[in-house]
């Protein structure tokens, strides 16, 4: 395997988190350094943002100024773990990154794409993940199973501001991931998240594989 920078993206409910978690273990028991890290948060000071964006009223912020909160913890993200993990030889694992920015802010909220880009390239450069696996499911079964979480866990109010978004926004983010991954084919993979956990990863696994050669 040679390829280092890998993340998942996709709508609520897809399950990202929990498949980022069984790729890192995967790597790490093949013998790879790895670091499993997610967005919007991932440093310190990423975090602080973080708790900004997730919790609190739907329109607590203006689209435009949550993407540019997104781009300021993706900027401390970057600089301060991805980049000096790349450099070292890392495998970063992360659980969401730009794609999510272009997907939410951009085809969910209605920031202007160039202006996304823009942002892309200041912050982050001509830099790539190697392999973006996009998680797919129907919103409505998206949202049930990330509503049962969160209130498992007690989070259904201080990290559900994005689940609690109406059904147009969910449908237009899916529909932004999936025009994402077209638009990209040779980094992104598309995988259908109503398949069992075990399923999902032997397929993404078989991927890495096969494109990491």
Same mark, same amino acid.
């Given at each position: 395997m040679t390829r280092k920078f890998i993340t998942f993206e996709g709508g609520e409910g897809t399950g990202k988190s929990t498949q980022a978690r069984l790729l890192a273990d995967y790597l790490i028991q093949q013998g790879h350094k790895v670091?499993?890290?997610?967005?919007?948060?991932?440093?310190?000071?990423?975090?602080?943002? +973080?708790?900004?964006?997730?919790?609190?009223?739907?329109?607590?912020?203006?689209?435009?100024?949550?993407?540019l909160m997104m781009y300021a913890a993706r900027a401390d993200h970057w600089q301060n773990l991805i980049q000096p993990e790349l450099a070292k030889g890392t495998w970063v694992i992360c659980d969401r990154f730009a794609d999510s920015s272009m997907a939410y802010q951009g085809y969910g909220r209605g920031v202007d794409l160039k202006f996304l880009q823009q942002l892309y390239k200041m912050v982050i450069g001509d830099k790539q993940p190697d392999r973006t696996f996009v998680l797919d499911i129907n919103p409505e079964i998206g949202l049930q199973?990330?509503?049962?979480?969160?209130?498992?866990?007690?989070?259904?109010?201080?990290?559900?501001?994005?689940?609690?978004?109406?059904?147009?926004?969910? +449908? +237009?983010? +899916?529909?932004?991931?999936?025009?994402?991954?077209r638009m990209n084919p040779d980094r992104c993979i598309v995988?259908?998240?109503?398949?069992?956990?075990?399923?999902i990863h032997q397929k993404i696994v078989s991927f890495l594989d096969e494109k990491s050669s």
């Open positions: 670091v499993l890290t997610r967005e919007p948060g991932g440093s310190p000071g990423a975090e602080i943002i +973080r708790d900004l964006l997730v919790s609190g009223a739907i329109d607590r912020w203006t689209p435009i100024s949550e993407a199973r990330s509503f049962e979480r969160l209130n498992a866990s007690g989070k259904n109010v201080s990290e559900g501001r994005f689940e609690a978004m109406d059904l147009d926004f969910h +449908r +237009r983010l +899916r529909n932004g991931f999936l025009e994402i991954a995988i259908d998240a109503t398949k069992s956990l075990q399923l």
